[in-house]
């Protein structure tokens, strides 16, 4: 099965800087990478997504990244805001249709 | 709210009970997948419907726990003869085919 490293685990910048948090995956069938943001006590809210035949994709401050040869995927935030503050977790999806998902990253915006 | 809808949000049972779980996912979504989410841990797959039919179950999902979608709509998460390590935040997302998938508040299950 599929196999989603993620880094750091724990992330904090001032606020007004960027974030990266980077992901790699094992299985190279896996043709969707999505990214979720998981605020306290919620479910997984998607963000952005990026599918294997595109090598980037910007939605206002959030990039995602993926390099199909290295198989590593990473996203970007710009201009963090304190509201940006969450556990951030990559997924990467195979040919069965299963999500599998990285360990997350607590990210901390300080104001 | 045409999100995902999960149902209880919060549930506390004693050990050895049997409890179920309901998702209502979005309209017209013919995927559906359950997840088990422990602290600190990614979302871990559980079994994933097309329509009615059950295309996948993971290891993780021992004889006790069924999980069911009769008529390609809701579905039903059941555990059986509940143990502690059951206790876990259980997530229920669906699709429109291969499209992104959206989750829902999940139900917080806490065995005594």
């Known amino acids: 099965g599929e196999n989603v490293e993620q880094h750091p685990s724990t992330l904090s910048v001032q606020e007004g800087d960027s974030a990266v948090i980077k992901c790699t995956y094992s299985d190279s069938a896996s043709n969707y990478f999505p990214w979720y943001k998981q605020e306290l006590g919620k479910g997984p809210q998607l963000i952005i997504d990026?599918?294997?035949?595109?090598g980037e994709k910007k939605d206002q401050r959030i990039a995602v990244t993926l390099n199909k040869t290295a198989k590593h995927f990473s996203l970007h935030i710009t201009e963090t805001q304190p509201e940006d503050s969450a556990v951030y977790f990559c997924a990467a999806r195979n040919t069965g249709n299963q999500f599998y998902f990285g360990t997350g990253t607590s990210l901390t915006v300080i104001p | 709210d045409t999100g995902v809808s999960q149902d209880p949000r919060h549930k506390i049972t004693k050990r050895g009970q049997n409890v179920t779980f309901r998702c209502d996912p979005i309209s017209e979504h013919n995927r559906l997948y359950w997840y088990r989410q422990t602290l600190g841990q990614g979302p871990e797959f559980l079994t994933y419907f097309q329509n009615e039919a059950q295309l996948e179950k993971s290891r993780l999902l021992s004889d006790r726990f069924s999980a069911e979608r009769p008529k390609g709509s809701f579905s039903t998460l059941e555990i059986q003869r509940t143990e502690q390590g059951d206790s876990a935040m259980y997530l229920c997302?669906?699709?429109?085919?291969?499209?992104?998938?959206?989750f829902g508040q999940g139900t917080r299950l806490t065995v005594v």
């Open positions: 997302a669906s699709s429109l085919g291969a499209a992104e998938a959206f």
């Open positions: 990026i599918r294997s035949n595109v």
